[in-house]
């Protein structure tokens, strides 16, 4: 059976840099208390005229380039993304319009923060089914537009930003099978509900779920992809918590693998925050090519979802 294999990868973050001690002027804060509790330094923020769809759309650019494609080729656009302000159209679709594609199946996605892995999943599955060939997979968030800046205990986590990848058929598969799930009772743990949020969360829940379960799951996923974690060259976890990613790599076992944590720099960009972190990595060639990689988000939902891919 035909499966898929991401080829290459791209990101965009906004020009500004929001520092722990600008922030420390906005909200009673300070950087050693971020630090010590989130492990965030800095982060990204959009400007008030660049949207969602810029912002992908930018991202989706620099992976084509990167992949060396024909763009009309590209035969399905899925976006993963849950700080759209309009609700049609879709980011998918004006991207497409951006790019200048063909005539693409174009959807939009929200599982917030497991985004890009649920996208990445229905794009594999799209191309093993006969149903696309050539996928343009994003993740992208504009958290900024759906913040409380007098919040101390969202305001410091949130970033913006964009991050793409191309997956084409191929005979050898390097997307390996998802695992996927949710958390019915965990639903409410991660909300932006009405027209205007906040961005809110029950960020201890969060954290305690994520540390005592998520192992397990990840597990399971090194399994269906055939390895055994410390085969892995690479941990790409969801960057919402330096205190949440670095115990997990180690209770995986993944004791040879190069550790995401874009988090210090980019803060939680939710469905974002895995395809900026890994496409860091590949530009910095941190990864070897062909390189076994896992990859992990979870948010709000509570949603989690997960693959081993092969390192473009």
Known sequence: MTGSRVVALGHYQPERVLTNDELATMVETNDEWIQSRV???????????EQVDEMAWRAADKAIANAGLDITEID????????????????????????????????????????????????????????ASKALVI???????????TDRTTCVLIGDGAGAAILVADEDPGVGPVVWGSVPEMSDAVRIEGREGPFQQEGLSVFRWATTQLPEIAKQVCE???????ELGGVVLHQAN?????????????????????????????????PIALSKLVEKREIPSG??????????????????????
């Open 139 to 149: 993740g992208v968030e504009k958290l900024s537009d759906w913040t409380d800046w």
């Open 224 to 230: 269906k992809a055939g390895l055994k974690p410390e």
């Open 39 to 49: 492990g965030i330094r800095e982060r990204r923020i959009a400007a008030p005229d």
């Open 291 to 312: 390189a076994p990689v896992l990859l992990f988000g979870f948010g709000g939902g509570l949603s989690y979802a997960g693959q081993v891919i092969r390192c473009p």
């Open 76 to 131: 399905y656009v899925v976006v993963a993304t849950c700080t759209a302000i309009d609700r049609s159209p879709n980011i998918a679709a004006r991207v497409a319009a951006r790019l200048g594609l063909g005539n693409p199946a174009a959807i939009d996605l929200n599982t917030a923060c497991s985004g890009f892995a649920y996208a990445l999943a229905t794009a594999d599955q799209a191309i093993r089914a006969g149903a």
């Open 242 to 274: 330096l205190r949440i990613i670095e115990p997990l790599a180690k209770r995986l076992g993944a004791v040879n693998a190069v550790v995401a944590k874009d988090v210090v720099e980019s803060g939680n960009t939710s469905a974002a925050s895995i």
